[in-house]
């Protein structure tokens, strides 16, 4: 049998994030503020994974399903070709608030529209293409979303997931606890029709949360 290494475990991943590169300006700031005001947001691990795609890709359109505080859409608008945009969607009147606030102060006014709704309503309702497609929002709605995103792709586009292995659990082989039971089973279906969509390709990295990357073909 091929030989395994057990590479996720502490003193790999305490060293991997002493080579990240910290955020500075205002995405630090806002990064301190969701960390002190319990907003979640996502990890400088996942940032730095989500630079590099974007750096490849250079999109011109992107969705965000789940905008919270506007960070990582202010993130990625520095990631953009030239007249590229970022749609992101929000259904917490208080987060939409926040994110118009900080975004103005981004300076990324014209390029990232906050839209305050459901984000599957707003799937169900958009005839629109993107380059990326960023899912970051209810985490039980994921497999729907997916399945409405992957016909809501360019040529090559690039859905992202965050939070797929939902702390851990959704790898565990013991009970989950009663309370997310029904959330790991989603995520676990989720990820099992992902990775066999034969219009994609996969994969799924254990970093922060867990992350999957689909690629059209
Ligand atoms: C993890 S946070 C997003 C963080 C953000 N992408 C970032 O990293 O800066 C998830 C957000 O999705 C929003 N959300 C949850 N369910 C939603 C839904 N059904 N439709 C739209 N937004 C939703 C929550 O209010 C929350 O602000």
Do not use: W
């Amino acid at each position: 049998m091929e030989k395994r290494f057990n590479i996720v475990n502490i003193d790999v991943e305490e060293y991997i994030q002493s080579t990240l590169k910290p955020l500075e300006g205002f995405l630090k700031e806002m990064s301190e503020h969701a960390k002190k005001n319990n907003i979640p947001v996502a990890k400088l691990e996942t940032i730095r994974a989500l630079e590099v795609i974007f750096n490849l890709k250079k999109p011109k359109a992107v969705l965000e399903l789940g905008c919270a505080i506007g960070f990582t859409s202010i993130f990625f608008a520095g990631y953009l070709d030239k007249s590229g945009y970022i749609d992101t969607v929000e259904n917490d009147p208080d987060m939409v608030k926040i994110a118009k606030s900080n975004i103005k102060n981004s300076g990324f006014e014209k390029t990232i529209n906050i839209i305050y709704a459901e984000a599957y309503d707003y799937l169900m309702n958009i005839d629109k293409k993107y380059d990326i497609i960023f899912i970051d929002a209810a985490k039980g709605q994921y497999e729907k979303y997916f399945d409405i995103c992957s016909n809501l792709l360019n040529e090559k586009g690039v859905i992202i997931a965050d939070n797929v292995l939902y702390r851990g659990m959704v790898a565990k082989k013991d009970k989950i606890p009663h309370r997310q039971a029904t959330l790991v089973e989603r995520l676990r279906s989720f990820l099992d029709k992902i990775t066999k969509d034969e219009r994609f390709d996969t994969s799924i990295l254990s970093i922060a949360d867990g992350l999957s990357i689909s690629v059209k073909k």
